[in-house]
């Protein structure tokens, strides 16, 4: 009940927004007569127009209207293509930093150019994200003539590219690129030495294509810049070859007679836990292996590291599975991102599963690294003035986007009607005959010439289906991590006469599948006729056969990703259909379906290929999917509530870098953070009004102090002797002047611009690797602080409690540091110069 009111709440308020938003379209094409009279140079020239605008008073929502019919006018004269007004729809979604719901095909790429123009015109960048360099490359240079023609200039940022190109591309008007080049780069700005060397401007508005694979699936392990430690490859080797010695229980629970093993796998939660007999084996081999003396416990805190290598090792052995969560290339262990299917190269997993997987793979075992600098893409993307995106798979995760990055999902209405057929999932009792239905139902649809999009969980299951259609001769494409260099080709070409495709879930998001193939069809308005004409009739043929059918090998772990796959037919209102096939010893059901349903569905099973239709298996997944969907969006809260914490101590620190880097002179800082550091420090060894008498030790204490600690001999008690009223605060006065003479002396002495640049240079290397540190020591408390609860503590408040006060340590080592390194470096010029500057001080 309370889920049909919430349902009908939000297509009201939906129904509500797009209802107000559609007189902005009205208003649009009641300007679009006026706008076609112009000639291409009025039409450029109003780009100047609209700035001058917005230095006179007004608003992006003022010019929205006439701005967006000037790009679509722009998009008829470069591409010959006319926006539909369900994409103005969308242009004023994405300007109202929200989610526009978009089906594939609507033509979302087209859309975004509206409210990118829109912005760029404020002068401040505008960064389009999309997923891989390929999409980005594409879009820049498909979109570049219509941009050219407004006069608004267009930068791509991909992997590889030098910090001058770079730079170019961030200096553009509009500049695509990827969401890990983005964070990258002001990661990377922010260990920089000087304002030149940095890439990324203020970073203002940000449009972010397939929003939902960026914010939710690749959400859940934060962006590090890391360098390595010593290597430790023996070690990894020798932790490897403990794990077949190390035997699997294989029930969480134990039973009457069971044998207990050393361990044991949470399928649900996807863990790995150590019985107690397992670590009482554990022990005894590290002994034996000499990694822990014979007297010593693997209980010390100092061994709790074997114990995390050793889970690290066996998730390698038992979670991680070749071909599905990683493929090996070049004698690297190379990741394949489970959402998305593609491979993420650069990228490593942490806590040394990624050094268990090379030791048990036999490859190269790279060092260990040490984090330099880490954020989350949430945290990221919160940066941005504003911030709106763009899917075909919005509205499952609408709670998420709202509840992270208060963004609403709008559900923009398709242009056509959608007519694809999205047939009942068909269950099987076990994979072989499930496998062979699959090929039975491919056989049917390639003797019709119907294109088939057939869509697996993983390379493993992929290539096993191209094997079997290679036995019995039939053509194919395989689209997986192996071969995503073909990727936008092979699923251009889907939907041509006969054709059949499989892929992973990476299924070409961003290129569409036009039925009849793209061979014949080109969005640029030059195409030429008789190319067209052959497309238009092979278009057709495809759609007397039924148009593109989709096969779901099996559901996947979110149902997003099954509706990802089904959206790939029925494309701009063309037919289509789509059938998921379902066994009972998929992994899905077989880790998250109770016994009773399956044995109950065992018992309705009279002929094993004939498959059951029964909702209780559609609900069983259903119930799955949401379970793990919810254990997903706990983890990704959980990073970002973590993360949360530090972002204050990273902006902080960011802030005090760019505060060093911009400023001409940091004497002023310097001579600031002296002046807290000697109060506290004169405050620690004598009162605030002196007895010479009683405090003649201390003071002793306190000039032997400011000799070793800072390299700074001062007659305090010349000065006491000669003025007995001195109190702590004025000593500490004198003290910080005489270090800002020692700092003028020496900037005299060596030349202001060459001090300046140095005391910088210092100043940001002692930050940063106190800052290094820092982030290790969080690291090392993250990792353990779940431990807490067995206190009765919370863990998220004793994180929160402890890393402050570890931040807080930090900034006062920072100015401690500071302090001591300045003062030995301005007193340690021992010349003539120096003895009469320092006489001239005593006296």
């Known amino acids: ?92 979604v994405l300007n109202n930093q929200s989610i526009a719901e978009m089906k594939t095909g609507e033509g979302k790429t087209l859309t975004s150019t509206l409210p990118a123009y829109l912005n760029s015109l404020i002068g401040k960048g505008v960064h389009i994200v999309t997923m891989n360099d390929y999409l980005a490359k594409r879009d820049a240079e498909n979109n570049t003539p219509l941009f050219k023609l407004l006069k608004t200039t267009v930068g791509l940022n991909i992997s590889g590219m030098s910090q001058k190109l770079k730079k170019k591309a961030y200096l553009a008007d509009i500049t695509y690129g990827t969401n890990n080049e983005y964070a ?37 392990t934060p962006l590090i810049i890391s360098n390595s430690l010593e290597n430790r490859s023996l070690f990894f080797l020798k932790i490897n070859n403990i794990i077949h010695k190390l035997k699997l229980q294989k029930k969480e ?95 490593r997993w942490s806590d040394g599963i990624h050094q268990a997987i090379e030791a048990k793979e036999k490859v190269f075992i790279n060092n260990e690294n040490q984090t330099l600098a880490s954020i989350t893409f949430q945290n990221y993307f919160k940066l941005y003035k504003k911030l709106a995106g763009m899917t075909g798979t919005a509205i499952t995760e609408s709670k998420e986007f709202y509840e992270i990055y208060k963004l609403n999902t709008i559900v923009i209405p398709t242009n056509n009607p959608m007519i694809r057929k999205d047939l009942p999932d068909l269950v099987f009792i ?73 892929a992973t879930n990476m299924a070409g998001r961003g290129t569409d599948i036009v039925l009849g193939g793209s061979c014949y069809f080109n969005q640029n308005k030059n195409i030429k006729k008789e190319n ?80 059951i239709q029964h909702k209780l298996i559609n609900q069983c997944i259903q119930n799955a999917q949401k379970k793990i969907d919810m254990r997903n969006f706990h983890i990704r809260k959980q990073l970002i509530e973590y993360d949360n914490i530090i972002d204050y101590q990273r902006n902080t620190i960011y802030k005090q870098r760019n505060q060093i880097i911009k400023s001409k002179n940091i004497c002023k800082i310097i001579d600031t953070i002296a002046q807290d550091v000697f109060e506290k420090t004169i405050n620690q060894f004598i009162s605030k009004k002196i007895s010479k008498k009683k405090e003649l030790k201390s003071i002793l204490k306190l000039e032997k102090f400011l000799v070793d600690k800072y390299n700074l001999s001062i007659p305090i008690i010349q000065w006491i002797e000669k003025n007995k009223k001195l109190t702590s605060k004025n000593i500490s006065r004198r003290i910080t002047n005489y270090f800002k003479l020692y700092h003028l002396f020496k900037k005299e002495l060596i030349g202001k611009k060459k001090i300046q640049n140095f005391e910088k240079m210092i100043f940001l290397k002692i930050l940063d690797l106190l800052w290094i540190d820092h982030l290790s020591s969080i690291e090392n408390l993250q990792k353990g602080i779940h431990l807490r609860s067995y206190a009765q503590k919370d863990p998220k408040q004793e994180y929160k409690r402890e890393s402050f006060e570890m931040f807080i340590h930090l900034l006062k080592i920072l100015k401690y540091k500071i302090i001591t390194t300045f003062s030995k470096l301005f007193t340690n010029l021992y010349d003539d110069k120096n003895m009469i500057f320092n006489n001239n001080l005593t006296n």
């Not at 890439?199 to 690749?218: F, G, H, K, P, V």
């Not at 399928?267 to 034996?288: A, D, P, V």
Request: with cysteine; proline share 1%; net charge positive.
């Open 1 to 92: 009940m309370l889920k049909k009111l919430f349902k009908n709440f939000f297509l009201n308020k939906n129904e509500k927004i797009l209802k107000k938003f559609n007189l902005i379209v009205q208003k649009i094409n009641s300007l679009e007569k006026n706008i076609k009279n112009l000639t291409d140079k009025q039409l450029s020239n109003k780009t100047e127009y609209f700035k001058n605008s917005l230095k006179s008073g007004k608003n992006l929502n003022d010019l929205l209207p006439e701005a967006f019919s000037v790009v679509r006018e722009a998009s008829i004269r470069i591409f010959g293509m006319r926006h539909f007004d369900v994409q103005l729809l969308g242009g004023i």
């Open 184 to 220: 990258f780069d002001y990661l990377k700005d922010n260990m920089v030495f000087h304002s030149k060397e940095k890439t990324q401007r203020n970073l203002y508005y940000a449009l972010i294509d397939e929003i939902d694979s960026i914010l939710i699936d690749e959400a859940r």
């Open 253 to 347: 629970k134990i039973e009457k007679n069971h044998e207990i093993g050393d361990f044991y796998i949470n399928k649900k939660q996807n863990q790995i836990h150590l019985t107690e007999k397992g670590l009482i084996k554990i022990e005894k081999i590290l002994i034996k292996l000499k990694l822990i003396e014979r007297k010593e416990s693997l209980y010390l805190s100092s061994h709790s590291l074997y114990i995390q290598h050793v889970i690290a090792a066996l998730k390698a052995h038992y979670l991680f599975k070749k071909n599905v969560d990683y493929i090996v290339k070049n004698n690297s262990i190379v990741i394949v991102d489970e959402h998305t299917g593609r491979v993420m190269p650069g990228r």
């Open 430 to 502: 076990n994979k072989k005959e499930k496998m062979n239905a699959i090929i039975l139902n491919i056989k049917n649809c390639v003797k019709k010439k119907q294109p088939i999009l057939v869509g697996t969980i993983s390379i493993e299951k992929s290539e096993d289906i191209s094997n079997k259609l290679k036995k019995i001769g039939i053509k194919h494409n395989v689209l997986n991590a192996k071969s995503h260099k073909k990727e936008a080709e092979i699923i251009a070409e889907a939907g041509t006469l006969g054709m059949v495709t499989i």
């Open 532 to 611: 067209f004409v052959k497309w238009k009739k092979n278009h057709n043929l495809v759609l007397s056969v039924g148009g593109l059918h989709i096969i779901g090998t099996e559901r996947h772990e979110s149902r997003r990703i099954d509706n990802q796959l089904c959206g790939r037919a029925g494309r701009q209102g063309d037919i289509g259909s789509s059938q998921f096939y379902i066994s009972l010893e998929d992994s899905l059901i077989e880790t998250f379906a109770s016994k009773t349903i399956i044995n109950l569905m065992k018992k309705l099973v009279i002929d094993p290929k004939i498959p």
